[in-house]
T-cell receptor, first 113, second 115 residues
Framework: AQSVAQPEDQVNVAEGNPLTVKCTYSVSGNPYLFWYVQYPNRGLQFLLKYITGDNLVKGSYGFEAEFNKSQTSFHLKKPSALVSDSALYFCAVRPDSNYQLIWGAGTKLIIKP | ETGVTQTPRHLVMGMTNKKSLKCEQHLGHNAMYWYKQSAKKPLELMFVYNFKEQTENNSVPSRFSPECPNSSHLFLHLHTLQPEDSALYLC??????????????FGPGTRLTVT
């Protein structure tokens, strides 16, 4: 079965430190990969996506993600975390065989001052 | 503001009530979606409409009934719900479906509580 895993329910990072939120997937073919963020009492907001080309993609709010085909991963990163980055982060994958997104369960990111 | 609005933001209903959730997108998109979000679980896709035509119904119980009168509006009609239906219901839209690489834009959601 096709799936997306976000292995950490919660990630704690000190403000100013680099952050990584992990995502691995198990889908066939060449998928499209997405990251979304959800702030409290809000809907999800699109952060970035990988479709093709350069494995390092840059998105909103200084976030970037690296596509690693051999490890089937798409980790979200930021060089210097802000308290305002605290939110719930979702990884989603669209297999090339189906237009529906497969979602991870989300990772709560907490940035401490 | 993402350009997708949802009303109401909060809804409490008894199991015998009938209510409707409304979603409107101002982005000129052709595809609209209903998702169910429960804590610590992946988003569950419920229904998909592309150019007003329903393209997906992911084995959703018949107590949930979608309606898409045009590409800008989407409704979710609710009746005889169960307590386990309590969740955040999210509406989303995207430019298209078949291309697959368009991101989705989400509304703020309706927090539904079934008593």
């Amino acid at each position: 079965a096709q799936s997306v895993a976000q292995p950490e329910d919660q990630v704690n990072v000190a403000e100013g430190n680099p952050l990584t939120v992990k995502c691995t997937y198990s889908v066939s073919g060449n998928p499209y990969l997405f990251w979304y963020v959800q702030y409290p009492n809000r809907g999800l907001q699109f952060l970035l996506k990988y479709i093709t080309g350069d494995n390092l993609v840059k998105g909103s709010y200084g976030f970037e993600a690296e596509f690693n085909k051999s490890q089937t991963s798409f980790h979200l990163k930021k060089p210097s975390a802000l308290v305002s980055d605290s939110a719930l982060y979702f990884c989603a994958v669209r297999p090339d065989s189906n237009y529906q997104l497969i979602w991870g369960a989300g990772t709560k990111l907490i940035i401490k001052p | 503001e993402t350009g997708v609005t949802q009303t109401p933001r909060h809804l409490v209903m008894g199991m015998t009530n009938k209510k409707s959730l409304k979603c409107e997108q101002h982005l000129g998109h052709n595809a609209m979606y209903w998702y169910k979000q429960s804590a610590k679980k992946p988003l569950e896709l419920m229904f998909v409409y592309n150019f007003k035509e329903q393209t997906e119904n992911n084995s959703v119980p018949s107590r949930f009934s979608p309606e898409c009168p045009n590409s800008s509006h989407l409704f979710l009609h609710l009746h005889t719900l169960q307590p386990e239906d309590s969740a955040l219901y999210l509406c989303a839209s995207s430019q298209d479906i078949p291309a697959g690489y368009y991101e989705q834009y989400f509304g703020p959601g309706t927090r539904l509580t079934v008593t």
